[in-house]
């Protein structure tokens, strides 16, 4: 499994678009790129998941460049809501292991 | 409708007293995973089944076991519950093995140990 590094911790105010780089520099040819949201007290939450270049589903996009070495996860207009920890996790399907790393502490101020 | 369901959400036990932690899904998928989470750290994958097929982390210690009947449910015991083990704990489900797809977690079983 490739190692994941982000920041530790993020502010933004409520109303700005917050992006969330991912570095994964050992990313192998057959992994993807997902990205959990996790609320204090509940279980992580699937967000998004892409192997190349952009994704976008309601929630988020995902911004992958061409060599892959990282990610960076865009959330458009935050809430308090989105205040949480955000986890990138990297790894193909022959990976029965599913690690995750130290996680983004996302704080968002009103 | 809650999809992966896990009980209790709140245990107290006492410093060596057995515990067991149930997880149950509605989803039909083939693995399920626990996991051990402690206050303001990642998650930590303690073991999976596939299918019935049974994978342990070589950290996981053996004061943790699982067990799972069918398809549907899963167990997570802990033998003798130390000060240490005090922690969340974490079902997830996913169709297939594998970093590819959705992982569905629960909201948790949060153990205490007195």
């Known amino acids: 499994l490739a190692k994941t590094t982000q920041p530790i911790s993020m502010d933004s105010y409520e109303g700005q678009e917050v992006n969330i780089t991912c570095s994964h520099n050992?990313?192998?040819?057959?992994?993807?790129i997902t990205w959990y949201q996790q609320f204090p007290s509940q279980g992580p939450r699937f967000i998004i998941q892409?192997?190349?270049t952009k994704v976008t589903n309601e929630v988020a996009s995902l911004f992958i460049p061409a060599d892959r070495k990282s990610s960076t996860l865009s959330l458009p207009r935050v809430s308090l809501s989105d205040t949480a920890v955000y986890y990138c996790?990297?790894?193909?399907?022959?990976?029965?292991?599913?690690?995750f790393g130290k996680g983004t502490r996302l704080h968002i101020l009103p | 409708d809650a999809m992966v369901i896990q009980n209790p959400r709140y245990q107290v036990t006492q410093f060596g007293k057995p515990v067991t932690l149930s997880c149950s899904q509605t989803?039909?998928?083939?693995?399920m995973y626990w996991y051990q989470q402690k206050s303001s750290q990642a998650p930590k994958l303690l073991f999976h089944?596939?299918?019935?097929?049974?994978?342990n982390e070589a950290d996981t210690p053996d004061n943790f076991q699982s067990r799972r009947p069918n398809t549907s449910f899963c167990f997570l015991d802990i033998r003798s519950p130390g000060l240490g083990d005090a922690a969340m704990y974490l079902c997830?489900?996913?169709?297939?093995?594998?970093?590819?797809?959705?992982?569905?977690f629960g909201e948790g079983s949060r153990l205490t140990v007195l």
């Open positions: 996790l990297v790894g193909d399907i022959r990976d029965d292991k599913i690690i």
């Open positions: 050992n990313i192998a040819t057959n992994d993807y």
């Open positions: 892409g192997y190349k």
């Open positions: 089944y596939y299918d019935k097929d049974f994978n």
């Open positions: 997830a489900t996913s169709r297939d093995r594998g970093a590819v797809g959705e992982l569905f």
């Open positions: 989803l039909n998928h083939n693995v």
